[in-house]
């Protein structure tokens, strides 16, 4: 292992199946399944520098996860870790949901690259489209149209 190298890489299909799900909720519950032993002792287990590489990056993932969130709904970063963990927490005591597969899902799966989100409001026409439908926008027109129809009846008491 190199200085540049971390103790992750060290083990190649290890390293391709967390970039491959990297900022799905599900990584947290693959590195759950990676951590625990679901094979009665028959594993022998991952080095500490690797386990505590992939508690980070389960952290770092979560920390990921809340940031889109907040963006997607317009919350606080605080606010959306908070939604976070109620989801998880609500999904964790649900009785239907099947504990057993949820590490699974990804496992058979090849490894695909994820595809880049888009920032449409980057561009110019997302920027006029935004401010054009704006709630505020929308009500200062909607005054002002209705001022100007109701003017011509209120300037007769002027």
Not at 55 to 83: F, G, H, P, T, Y
Not at 103 to 128: L, M, Q, S
Request: hydrophobic residues 40%; aromatic residues 8%; charged residues 25%.
């Amino acid at each position: 292992m190199t200085d540049v190298q971390s103790a992750l890489e060290s083990i190649p299909h290890l390293s391709k199946r967390v970039c491959a799900i990297w900022g799905h909720p599900e990584l947290e519950t693959y590195i759950n399944t990676l951590v625990m032993d679901a094979r009665d002792g028959s594993r022998k287990g991952l080095p500490m520098e690797i386990g505590a590489e992939l508690l980070w990056l389960a952290k770092v993932n979560k920390i990921r996860q809340a940031i889109d969130l907040s963006e997607k709904l317009k919350i606080s970063l605080r606010d959306a870790q908070l939604k976070l963990d109620r989801d998880e927490r609500s999904e964790a005591d649900n009785a239907w949901s099947n504990q057993a597969q949820k590490g699974r899902r990804y496992t058979d799966k090849p490894i695909t690259a994820r595809p880049h989100r888009r920032h449409e409001e980057n561009t110019v026409f997302g920027i006029i489209y935004g401010a054009l439908t704006s709630k505020l926008v929308l009500f200062l027109i909607i005054l002002i149209l209705t001022a100007k129809s109701v003017w011509s009846y209120v300037k007769v008491f002027f």
